[in-house]
């Protein structure tokens, strides 16, 4: 069992760490460098954890638990125009990203109204590559409703909403789960009652992700997204010289790699791994909606048979 | 009357009558538009749907011409030219940026720091260089004015709108669908009510 921390500390021998955590058999998924301050994300195991905290010790480092590392998350706003941005969505979308996850903003081009809002097939899609989709909703309770009734259509993933008025999620159709204390803010969320809302949010988030996981066990992926990621770096050397922020975003049941789909996707389907089996036995590799970029679905068990 | 002596907001819905005053709150802060409004009223309603904002103003000093800080004159005896003699010098530099867009660069001479030689026929001219509006401290307002209401504070679904515009009081409703004449009548009373206020 892997068990998802994020490490904040300086740059002097973070690599120590690092190295640590390859030999202990986990993984690093993100690495950011910010002047003096390294963020390392990563999946160590459960049993291995007072070495790594001994370690981190050492260098005067904090370590954290990151329930949302590994997972993809689309935060949705009904547009991109002043009503919804920059504070609330950003807030919402920051504080994900320090919880460990990797946020993708969307604005829907028609999102607007109760009775006028509308989903494209495009955006629809693209959302539903993700783990997990967030919208950000308004003030007015009937307005949520009518909403729901209609926005979500067509969307497989769960759905976290929030608004202003405190709802219970059962009153909120279509919607996995609903936040309330939200709704259209045009400050900086910086107040402490304010942080409790968001700090609710991650833990609601949290939840949501631990049942899909839970699905996502009876019956589960022949090969672990991490591996894919470690895999497909030490194969293909070009994602390294990728300039994205995450050059292989990792999901729940699979990964999105930023390289170009017509270029590299033969490369990626035949990436090897020591049980002597290739990517594409065991994941499918498929275009993305996003950009030009590669999307790798781990098959589950019941199809390939085994698991490596 | 002082900055914000009235400010409701009126809505079936309490909670989010709560999160709209914020909401107005922080447009206002953000466009530093709190000394600008007087009295504010918003009535919401999302069943029907539709939303009210009407405010009494309270605007600043008008507009700045060029004869509130010059002396604008006739130029040398038969030369076409219009001589500006600036008295203040604190709208120099805006002047100057009119002049250049209006006459060119090459018709406008600088011989000394207070005078301002145009080049131009002083007959058809010097009225309406005495006129020439400098600065617009009002009208600028009311553009953030109408910034903050219509691009940040009406609910971006309600694109059905009919406004009302004045130095002294602004008045917004929008819908997502049809307006109602009975949504305007009331948009009138709230302003009339407002207005009342003002002379109790």
């Avoid at chain 1, 909403?161 to 900086?188: C, K, M, Q, W």
């Avoid at chain 1, 839970?214 to 050397?237: S, T």
Wanted: hydrophobic share 45%; proline share 6%; charged share 30%.
């Amino acid at each position: 069992m892997l068990e998802p921390i994020k490490y904040v500390g300086g740059v002097y021998k973070h690599n120590h760490l690092i190295e640590l955590v390859e030999d202990l058999g986990g993984y690093i998924l993100q690495k950011n460098v910010m002047q003096t301050e390294v963020v390392l994300l990563m999946l160590v195991p459960m049993i291995d954890m007072p070495i790594v905290e001994a370690k981190s010790k050492e260098l005067l480092g904090k370590l954290t638990r990151a329930p949302l590392t590994g997972t993809e998350i689309a935060t949705v706003a009904p547009t991109l125009a002043f009503h919804h941005l920059p504070h609330l969505d950003c807030d919402i979308a920051e504080f994900l990203r320090q919880h460990g996850a990797k946020t993708n903003m969307v604005g829907l081009a028609r999102g607007v109204g109760k009775r006028i809002c509308q989903v494209t097939a495009y955006e629809r899609d693209l959302i539903n590559e993700h783990d997990l989709a967030v919208f950000i909703l308004g003030n007015y309770e009937h307005c949520i409703i009518e909403k729901s009734k209609r926005l979500y259509e067509g969307i497989e993933i769960p759905v976290v909403v929030t608004g202003a008025p405190e709802l219970r999620t059962e009153d909120v159709p279509n919607a996995t789960a609903y936040v309330g204390s939200f709704g259209r803010i045009l400050h900086h969320m910086r107040h402490s009652e304010e942080l409790r809302t968001l700090d609710k949010l991650a833990l609601v988030i949290g939840n949501v992700l631990d049942d899909v996981r839970k699905e996502l066990a009876k019956d589960p992926p022949a090969v672990a997204p991490p591996r894919i990621k470690k895999e497909i770096e030490e194969q293909i050397p070009e994602i390294n010289d990728s300039l994205h922020p995450l050059p292989i975003a990792l999901q729940m049941n699979g990964a999105r790699v930023k390289l170009p789909y017509e270029e590299y996707h033969e490369q990626v389907e035949n990436i090897k791994f020591v049980e002597g089996v290739t990517l594409k036995e065991v994941a499918l590799v498929l275009p993305s909606k996003m950009r030009n970029f590669i999307l790798i679905k781990a098959l589950p068990k019941s199809e390939t048979g085994f698991v490596i | 009357m002082e900055q914000l002596e009235t400010f409701i907001v009126e809505s079936p819905d309490a909670t989010g009558a709560k999160a709209t005053k914020i909401l107005i709150q922080d447009s206002l802060a953000d466009l530093s538009l709190n000394r600008v409004i007087g009295r504010l009223k918003v009535f919401v309603d999302p069943v029907e749907p539709v939303f009210i904002f009407t405010a009494l103003l309270r605007l600043g000093s008008p507009a700045v011409k060029l004869k509130d800080f010059a002396i604008v004159d006739m130029g040398t005896l038969g030369k076409d030219e219009v001589k500006i003699e600036l008295q203040r010098e604190t709208f120099a530099v805006k002047l100057l940026n009119k002049l250049w867009a209006k006459y060119g660069k090459e018709n406008i001479e600088q011989p000394d720091k207070k005078i301002i030689i145009v080049k131009t026929d002083p007959m058809k001219e010097l009225d309406v260089l005495k006129e020439l509006v400098i600065e617009e401290p009002q009208a600028e307002v009311l553009d953030r004015l109408i910034d903050a209401v219509a691009l940040r504070i009406i609910p971006e679904g309600f694109r059905v709108r009919k406004h009302e515009l004045s130095t002294s009081h602004i008045l917004f409703v929008a819908s997502e669908d049809t307006l109602k004449p009975e949504w305007i009548a009331k948009a009138k009373d709230m302003l009339n009510s407002l207005r009342s206020e003002d002379n109790a």
